[in-house]
């Protein structure tokens, strides 16, 4: 086996130790939409740090999984309106990914914009979305 696949595998692993205390915080929910009788993944939050972090990884729905990890095939519009809402909330994990989006979105969006300029990051939030550009 590659050394490679190991190291993936075992991160894998660390990370579903996780999965109860995050499906439990979640309410089984996804934790950036909200919605709920999704089917959940454990996402990490990049900059990914070198051993797993609890704080660092969130539960989100496969549409919201794919909106963080697949930027190029995210198509913005009104179905995201949710994120004004998601980047009030109270993990910072949640509200650095809500950010994330509506930068993507700002340029095409009037709504996005707004949610950006009236929101209030904690420094250690605002530290972690400027390190993650």
Same mark, same amino acid.
């Given at each position: 086996?590659?050394? $490679?696949? =190991?190291?993936?595998e075992? /991160? *894998?692993? =660390? ?9 439990? /915080?979640?309410?089984s929910?996804? +934790?950036? @939409?909200?919605r $709920?009788?999704e089917?959940?993944?454990?996402? =990490?939050v !990049? !900059?990914?740090? &070198?051993? !797993?972090?609890? +704080? &660092? @990884? ?5 549409? @919201? ?11 913005p519009?009104?179905?995201? /309106? ?6 009030? $909330?109270?993990l !910072? ?8 989006l509506?930068r993507?979105?700002?340029d095409?969006?009037?709504?996005? /914009? #707004?949610?950006?300029e009236? *929101?209030?990051?904690? #420094? ?6 400027? =390190?993650?550009?």
């Open positions: 086996m590659a050394k $490679g696949k =190991e190291a993936y075992a /991160r *894998v692993a =660390e990370l579903n130790l996780f999965g109860k205390d995050l499906a439990r /915080r979640a309410k929910k996804c +934790e950036l @939409c909200e $709920g009788g089917t959940l993944s454990i996402v =990490e !990049p !900059p990914v740090p &070198k051993d !797993p972090e609890f +704080e &660092k @990884c969130v539960m989100l729905c496969e549409g @919201c999984r794919k909106a963080v990890e697949e930027p190029k095939q995210f198509a519009g009104e179905q995201w /309106r949710f994120l004004a809402q998601s980047v009030w $909330g109270e !910072p994990a949640v509200q650095l990914l809500a950010v994330r509506l993507r979105m700002e095409s969006q009037a709504w996005a /914009r #707004e949610a950006l009236t *929101v209030f990051l904690d #420094e250690d939030v605002e530290t972690w979305v400027t =390190e993650s550009e």
